[in-house]
């Protein structure tokens, strides 16, 4: 089962270079590379100069913790990556491999929304071709030597256009929202194995890894990782299951868990992105094209008409 975050991720995962998953990348490299973590922190802070960094880099100089102080950051990626940092003090477990693992779940946001991008694209170029129709009517019918603004002065043409504007106005607010829900709907799958999979490394059994995993998700604040998912029944209590069924270790099973997981979330999202092509011409048929008859057409039909028969 997806476990879901619905918010707008453009912000997450900015790419300025000072995002969350960049940010959790370049602590493991400095870690493996035999920094502490409290030069890592340093090291980050003079390297980002971005608001969240620094408020951490602040935070850790008042004497709290680094996780806490990732968590302490507003964002629910900053409280994912500080739950998956206390888990590592907490268990025991490799600093580096955890943050790796945190980071690449993170830049799937950022892979998934550059994807649907480009899925939207079009739907949103005809969206946006199709507002302008009622205007450039009007343009054309310049053009051709007509003058429909006379009309729109008129009880009729008055009450044409208020009617063309109403409709312009709901289809560009119902094809805004249309819009708005696809882009918005980012997911991040599998955290929850994923920080099971940084438990274990630190040699804890599994119903304790369990244990661990829900006081630091707690802790942090981490709603991206719903405690539900960590019941019997869902993903990573069947992967333990298994393992421990098997005599094998967990471990590996999780990873590939989690990357199941996110790759089904991944290409669910795609799938609503490719479908917005289609639900997009409902608000475009039902207000826009009504819109263009009602402010370009017909006034323009009552103007042709009153050239050809003048009272």
């Given at each position: 089962?997806?476990?879901?975050?619905?918010?707008?991720?453009t912000d997450v995962?900015?790419?300025?270079?000072?995002?969350?998953?960049?940010?959790?990348?370049?602590?493991?490299?400095?870690?493996?590379?035999?920094?502490?973590?409290?030069?890592?922190?340093?090291?980050?802070?003079?390297?980002?100069?971005?608001?969240?960094?620094?408020?951490?880099?602040?935070?850790?100089?008042?004497?709290?913790?680094?996780?806490?102080?990732?968590?302490?950051?507003?964002?629910?990626?900053?409280?994912?990556?500080?739950?998956?940092?206390?888990?590592?003090?907490?268990?025991?477990?490799?600093?580096?491999?955890?943050?790796?693992?945190?980071?690449?779940?993170?830049?799937?946001?950022?892979?998934?929304?550059?994807?649907?991008?480009?899925?939207?694209?079009?739907?949103?170029?005809?969206?946006?071709?199709?507002?302008?129709?009622?205007?450039?009517?009007?343009?054309?019918?310049?053009?051709?030597?007509?003058?429909?603004?006379?009309?729109?002065?008129?009880?009729?043409?008055?009450?044409?256009?208020?009617?063309?504007?109403?409709?312009?106005?709901?289809?560009?607010?119902?094809?805004?929202?249309?819009?708005?829900?696809?882009?918005?709907?980012?997911?991040?799958?599998?955290?929850?194995?994923?920080?099971?999979?940084?438990?274990?490394?630190?040699?804890?059994?599994?119903?304790?890894?369990?244990?661990?995993?829900?006081?630091?998700?707690?802790?942090?604040?981490?709603?991206?990782?719903?405690?539900?998912?960590?019941?019997?029944?869902?993903?990573?209590?069947?992967?333990?299951?298994?393992?421990?069924?098997?005599?094998?270790?967990?471990?590996?099973?999780?990873?590939?868990?989690?990357?199941?997981?996110?790759?089904?979330?991944?290409?669910?999202?795609?799938?609503?992105?490719?479908?917005?092509?289609?639900r997009i011409l409902?608000?475009?048929?039902?207000?826009?094209?009504?819109?263009?008859?009602?402010?370009?057409?017909?006034?323009?039909?009552?103007?042709?008409?009153?050239?050809?028969?003048?009272?």
């Amino acid at each position: 089962m997806n476990r879901v975050l619905s918010r707008a991720s453009t912000d997450v995962v900015a790419a300025e270079g000072a995002g969350s998953a960049v940010v959790a990348g370049r602590c493991a490299a400095l870690l493996r590379g035999g920094m502490s973590p409290s030069q890592v922190v340093r090291s980050i802070a003079d390297e980002f100069s971005s608001e969240p960094i620094q408020e951490i880099a602040e935070s850790v100089r008042g004497g709290a913790s680094i996780g806490s102080a990732f968590a302490g950051v507003d964002g629910p990626d900053w409280r994912v990556l500080g739950a998956a940092w206390q888990l590592a003090e907490t268990s025991g477990a490799p600093f580096a491999p955890a943050l790796e693992r945190i980071a690449a779940a993170l830049q799937s946001i950022s892979d998934g929304a550059r994807k649907r991008s480009v899925l939207l694209a079009g739907p949103k170029m005809t969206a946006t071709l199709v507002m302008w129709l009622p205007l450039a009517s009007v343009a054309v019918s310049f053009i051709l030597g007509f003058n429909p603004v006379p009309v729109f002065f008129s009880p009729v043409g008055a009450l044409l256009l208020s009617i063309g504007v109403l409709l312009q106005v709901v289809g560009a607010k119902w094809t805004a929202r249309l819009t708005a829900q696809v882009e918005r709907q980012d997911r991040v799958a599998g955290l929850e194995c994923e920080l099971a999979w940084v438990a274990l490394a630190g040699g804890a059994p599994p119903r304790l890894a369990l244990r661990r995993v829900a006081d630091a998700v707690s802790e942090a604040r981490a709603e991206w990782v719903q405690l539900d998912s960590l019941r019997a029944g869902e993903p990573l209590a069947h992967a333990l299951a298994v393992a421990t069924a098997a005599g094998v270790p967990a471990s590996g099973l999780l990873l590939e868990v989690a990357s199941d997981e996110r790759a089904k979330t991944q290409a669910a999202l795609e799938r609503e992105a490719e479908k917005l092509g289609v639900r997009i011409l409902l608000p475009l048929a039902a207000c826009v094209l009504p819109a263009f008859i009602a402010v370009g057409v017909v006034p323009i039909v009552v103007a042709l008409v009153g050239d050809l028969f003048p009272s």
